[in-house]
């Protein structure tokens, strides 16, 4: 059985993860930026909510790890946040450097023309309220573009949330594990892709989605003779840490 033909993926390849990978304090500007400088076109980062609903990148719940402050994220509001330096942790080259809010990287990837996969990184409890103002900021700031982000999420319900306010913006499930189910659900949300787990994908999987409609994107991938084997299963895209070691086509 042929698989069916899909659209055209106009999408750049390579994919930084976080901005930079581990080179920059992930999640900023200043990684964004460095990544560019690698020649990387195509990104992934983290977004969240503050405790007054504005849409800013952080990975984890808490800001501990990345940032000079502790607790959790949600319960501050956006003016706090963005007092805070998310650059120091990673080294004091990057002292000072901010928290990104949603906004000032869409107008830096609209302004260099990059494409972005968004993921939805919600606090828990809050997934499908997340997907919903997320959808609606990305709606707004990319208003009028040809390549607007990519929303993906590992939780199906902030991917809902964000179709039941833009649903003609490209949805992505990310799978870590091989769940029970977790096709039909990619399906049930009208997703366009899967990102799963570089270590899940082989011939079957890709073969799999293929015939389901849906493109193929791993994450992370830093190895080259790993990345070689799976670029010859005919993946879509490679999200990589390893920005030093990979020249972006």
């Given at each position: 059985m042929t698989s069916p033909a899909l659209p055209d993926w106009p999408h750049p390849r390579?994919?930084?993860?976080?901005g930079a990978g581990k080179l920059a304090p992930e999640n900023t500007m200043a990684a964004f930026r460095l990544g560019a400088s690698h020649g990387y076109r195509a990104f992934e980062c983290d977004v969240k909510l503050s405790a007054d609903g504005v849409p800013f990148l952080l990975h984890d719940s808490t800001l501990e790890r990345t940032t000079n402050a502790t607790g959790r994220a949600a319960d501050r509001?956006?003016?706090?946040?963005?007092?805070?330096?998310?650059?120091?942790?990673?080294?004091?080259?990057y002292a000072g450097e901010p928290p990104a809010s949603l906004a000032a990287v869409a107008?830096?990837?609209?302004?260099?023309g990059h494409w972005l996969d968004l993921e939805i990184k919600p606090t828990e409890g809050d997934e499908e309220r997340t997907g919903r103002?997320?959808?609606?900021?990305?709606?707004?700031l990319w208003a009028g573009s040809d390549r607007p982000p990519l929303l993906s999420s590992f939780r199906p319900e902030a991917l809902a949330?964000?179709?039941?306010?833009?649903?003609?913006?490209?949805?992505?499930?990310?799978?870590?594990?091989?769940?029970?189910g977790w096709l039909d659900v990619a399906r049930?949300?009208?997703?366009v892709a899967a990102i799963t787990n570089h270590r899940l994908m082989d011939a079957t999987l890709f073969n799999t989605l293929r015939a389901a409609g849906l493109r193929a994107l791993v994450y992370t991938v830093n190895e080259p003779r790993a990345a070689e084997a799976l670029w010859a299963l005919g993946l879509d895209g490679i999200i990589t840490d390893a920005i030093d070691r990979f020249a972006p086509d």
């Open positions: 390579w994919i930084a993860h976080r509001s956006w003016s706090e946040l963005s007092l805070l330096d998310a650059g120091s942790w990673h080294s004091p080259a107008a830096w990837m609209r302004g260099n103002v997320v959808a609606a900021e990305v709606e707004r949330g964000a179709r039941e306010v833009a649903p003609q913006l490209q949805r992505a499930l990310l799978v870590d594990k091989d769940w029970p049930q949300l009208d997703c």
